[in-house]
């Protein structure tokens, strides 16, 4: 193993080693160590094959940057090799393989890229036949494209999402960001910052630098208790408002800071020669990571380019690290400042001149050599300080305009005033010095803008910037000069783009895909911007850079989702329904009794609860529907404005039907509303769409600003319909204050007072067709009201009754389930609804739509349909034709022990919807059959039942 001795490796603990396989064989690592730094201390350098030439591609920055270092574990592909830890028997294979790693079968790609042009996919794949391309060409591209494997029987993992607010968000934690935060921090402001490292100091922890400025640092941030620090996390973009998504493993901070501080540092650009993707060839930070955090040796023989003095400084550490150091080579006129302590050292500098070529072992598993002009040196790594580009992502995400400065040849970005600001590095300052002093003067502006005042000025004098080596970017005559790593292309690719007349930038990304593959141009958008204003005869800042949006990086499908466990929600009657042998089935995420009894005898049972309930008493748990309170002295008018009804008129103590549509005049939701006073009213909605109708009641009321409170208590309250024609009897039965004789309590009329001891708000309604009596108590009560309802209801033979018999008995009524009878299209009108519309109110969401929608014409409607002496009856979904053409579907269907027969609903033609009307539909095995359309109830039409 090529690992160097302590101090050298900060992140890895020598006293725990771990095993693990690569590609079939066994390696060993230490705790700490990530994929790649304990394949290198291993001398296993090749990570992975490129994408379109299956190139041995290796370590390049160690920044989890490019495509190079993705790599496949058992149940997650892309995994980024330099940026995850090892485990105790990881099991790691390669990814773009044809064959092994080793010997890739697809390696032959490389000596036929001629044939691969830029843009070759665009108009290669006409013949020789009219049908090649779906015959031939696309399957096999389908098999050579993409990256790694998605295991389709990966275990589930965990996920989870957290609100998360503060004054001020900080966004990396490296020199800059931490004297911001530290600074934001003493005067009081509650701060959170975040970094994608497993420690704070970013450079600092991987630099030639003072060790103490990051011990002091450090020191200060953990004495600091307002100020919280998340490592390991990453920010993934910016939205309106100053909300950032913050992802920490599998949990995703959903964060809204008042302010922000991006203090994001720059991205390391890689030199363009030829053969510059071999193994070995790696960035200036890539090395001393190696060697600092994982004390890996990164090479025995190196060339160093130096096109910054970050070369100088990699160059010193190398020498300490033991590598022999072949020559360092600046490609600018004057050496470095620190040239001469360099020479002194033995070491050879080489001015003016840069690294034009590589050359690599056999199959180009290893760099071997490189030539700077007419001389070839041999080495085993090539270290590159070819400059810096500001991570412009997220602060693009923010409003950040792209520029560039042609005298110093840098990237710059500039912010609007407002309330995100730039510090560091990604704003331009590069030296210790500038970037804390910078990230001192963010902190300060960023509290002004919180409100603080009397604040010391900040320092605004800063260490003047270098020019910046700018490359000539022409090309090798061989080509193999990569500019985009993740989809192999070369400089001469995109001149040829620019050649077909592709001249803007974002054609030439469209045309040749550069900047489009997993680090999203982070290390070619540079490059490719001066090779098109070369080629164009512009300047680079003309050009600029494609549009960045977010997300910044690759997220798991699993972390926007959240807990993708589901959610079970048990009434708090649910004992007692397993008591009584209730068959429970969950409905979105409630278990509701669908029956109670035997499975055996599920038919029967589900007929002897519709019968029990038509014939005498019986009762259902509704917890589950959705309840809502609405307060505040403009509760009516909202009311009014959200539903189709009138409600400010409503007197105190009814019950009225509540329909809901949305902006376009789709149904949406239905219950009822119970207006308790003047200034308060009880409003029940479906199971399954509460949480959306609250949502949408603090959407619109967000714009109408009135006077009311919208307040979610499905939790806090039980409900139990109590049905039939003995329902009176039963609660009659129980001490109580509310009468509940017929004229005493009319039909859609509420009561509050105490029944059996337990508070209750009593509303009769009619889902059943019966008289029904809906109570509704504190969930803390709601055991104790069940019980004494078994009890009073024993001399009438009261029964418990399911969600099957429920839905039976509705469909008896011909009432509506939201989502199952209606879709995203249903008016009121195609429901027959006309009379659950207001003519009168001048507002209510969707009144103009289905205004406008009605001047159309109406094409269908829902209606009944009896299938009474059919053979074949169709089910639930079924076509409904008229003239051989789809008209509609059956939407609901069931059978009815009251009537003996099936029924269902069905949207058929408008011109078809008068009762009598004959209806064809076609059944699941494809028979056509015949049935008659049915008025709006198929029992008890004229309502005479539930308003004995």
């Known amino acids: 193993m090529t690992r160097l001795a302590a101090p050298y490796g900060s992140r890895i603990d020598r006293t725990q080693p771990m095993r693990f396989t690569f590609e079939g064989k066994s390696y060993e690592g230490f705790a700490g160590d990530c994929i790649a730094s304990a394949l290198a201390a291993s001398d296993q350098w090749v990570l992975s094959r490129s994408f379109k030439y299956h190139r041995p591609r290796g370590i390049m920055t160690m920044a989890g940057a490019e495509a190079n270092t993705l790599v496949q574990l058992p149940s997650e592909a892309n995994v980024p090799a330099d940026l995850t830890p ?46 090649s391309w779906l015959r031939f060409w696309e399957p096999m591209i389908r098999r050579k494209a993409g990256l790694g494997i998605v295991d389709t029987r990966a275990p589930h993992l965990s996920f989870d999402k957290v609100d998360l607010h503060c004054d001020l968000l900080v966004v990396g934690a490296g020199p800059a960001g931490l004297a911001a935060a530290i600074a934001a921090a003493q005067t009081g402001a509650d701060v959170v910052q975040c970094d994608e490292n497993p420690e704070i100091g970013g450079s600092l922890t991987y630099r030639r630098c003072d060790p103490g400025v990051l011990a002091s640092l450090r020191a200060a941030a953990a004495g600091l208790a307002n100020l919280r620090v998340m490592t390991a996390t990453v920010c993934n973009g910016w939205y309106e408002d100053n909300w950032l998504p913050l992802i920490q493993g599998n949990r995703l901070y959903r964060t809204r800071a008042h302010e922000v501080i991006l203090a994001t540092g720059a991205i390391e650009q890689p030199a363009v020669f030829r053969n510059n993707d071999l193994p070995g060839i790696m960035t200036v930070g890539a090395v001393q990571r190696l060697m600092q955090h994982y004390a890996v ?5 190196a060339v160093v380019l130096a096109g910054n003095d970050d070369g100088y400084d990699a160059a010193f550490d190398l020498i300490e690290a033991g590598v022999e150091l072949a020559a360092v080579v600046d490609p600018r006129q004057g050496a470095g400042s620190s040239a001469g302590e360099l020479r002194a050292r033995g070491a050879e500098i080489i001015t003016g001149a840069q690294i034009d070529e590589a050359a690599g072992t056999r199959g180009n598993k290893h760099v071997r050599r490189v030539r700077v002009g007419s001389r070839w040196m041999d080495c085993d790594l090539v270290v590159m300080a070819a400059g810096s580009a500001p991570a412009w992502q997220v602060p693009c995400h923010a409003g950040a305009k792209v520029g560039y400065d042609e005298a110093t040849a840098r990237m710059t970005l500039t912010l609007p005033d ?75 690719d995109l001149q040829n783009a620019i050649k077909e007349g592709y001249r803007e930038l974002e054609l030439v990304k469209r045309f040749s895909t550069v900047g489009m593959g997993p680090s999203q141009g982070r290390h070619s958008a540079l490059a490719t911007a001066r090779i098109v204003a070369d080629a164009t005869d512009r300047k680079v800042g003309q050009v600029g850079v494609t549009t960045a949006r977010p997300p910044t990086g690759p997220e798991k499908l699993g972390v926007l989702a959240g807990h993708h466990e589901p959610l079970e929600r048990r ?11 209730a068959r429970m089935k969950p409905i979105g995420n409630w278990w509701r009794p669908y029956y109670y009894g035997p499975e055996s005898r599920s038919e029967r049972l589900i007929h002897e609860e519709v019968a029990a309930v038509r014939d005498g008493v019986g009762m259902l748990d509704v917890s589950t529907l959705g309840k809502l309170e609405i307060r505040g002295p403009d509760a009516g008018a909202f009311l009014d404005r959200m539903y189709t009804m009138a409600h400010a008129n409503q007197p105190v103590g009814r019950v009225r039907y509540c329909l809901m549509l949305n902006e376009m005049g789709t149904v949406i939701d239905d219950g009822v509303a119970y207006r308790f006073a003047e200034d308060q009213f009880y409003v029940t909605a479906t199971t399954g769409a509460v949480a959306r109708v609250q949502a949408d009641m603090l959407f619109w009321n967000a714009q109408w600003r009135l006077k009311v409170d919208v307040l979610n208590v499905t939790a806090g309250f039980s ?65 104790a009201l069940w019980d004494a309802l078994v009890a009073a209801g024993k001399p009438y033979s009261l029964r418990p009754y399911g969600l099957e018999a429920s839905r039976i008995m509705r469909l008896e009524k011909g009432h509506i389930l939201i989502g199952q009878d209606t879709d995203a299209l249903t008016t009121p009108d195609e429901l027959g609804f006309g009379w659950a519309v207001s003519k009168k109110k001048p ?23 009896s299938f009474e002496g059919l053979r074949n009856v169709p089910g639930e979904s079924c076509l409904v034709l008229r003239g051989g053409n789809l008209v509609g579907q059956v939407t609901s269907l069931g059978f009815s022990p009251t009537l003996g027969h099936h029924i269902a609903l069905a949207y058929v033609h408008i011109d078809d919807a ?12 494809g028979e056509l059959v015949e049935a008659p359309v049915v008025g709006h109830a198929f029992f008890d039409p004229q309502n005479v039942r539930q308003e004995l």
């Open 86 to 131: 090892i485990w105790e028997g990881m099991t790691v294979t390669a990814q773009n393989v044809n064959g092994s790693l080793r010997n890739d079968r697809d390696a032959i790609m490389d000596r036929l890229g001629r044939f691969m042009p830029v843009g070759f996919y665009y108009r290669t794949f006409m013949g020789p036949r009219q049908d």
């Open 297 to 301: 040796k990164p090479g025995r023989r």
């Open 418 to 492: 407002g309330a995100v600001h730039l510090a560091g590095a990604v704003a331009g300052r590069t030296g210790l010095s500038s970037a804390m002093a910078d990230g001192r003067r963010a902190a300060h502006e960023a509290l002004h803008g919180l409100g603080h005042s009397d604040l010391p000025n900040a320092s605004s004098e800063f260490e003047p910037e270098a020019v910046a080596w700018a490359q000539k970017l022409t090309g090798h005559e061989k080509g193999r000069d990569f500019v985009d790593f993740d989809e192999d292309l070369q400089v001469k």
């Open 571 to 581: 009434t708090a009657l649910h004992a007692r329904h397993l008591a009584l042998e």
């Open 719 to 783: 409900g139990i319909n109590v049905t039939g024609p003995k329902a009176r009897d039963v609660l009659q039965a129980l001490e109580g204050d509310i009468d509940f004789a017929r004229d005493a309590f009319p039909y859609l009329h509420g009561r509050q007072g105490r029944l059996a001891g337990v508070p209750v708000h009593s509303m009769r309604i009619g889902f059943t067709g019966e008289v029904s009596f809906e109570l509704h108590c504190p969930s803390s009560y709601a055991v």
């Open 843 to 865: 507002f209510f969401v969707g009144k103009r739509s289905i205004e406008m929608r009605a001047n159309l014409g109406e094409s269908r409607r829902l209606v009944g349909l």
């Open 914 to 925: 008068a009762p009598g009307s004959r209806i064809t539909v076609k059944c699941r095995d």
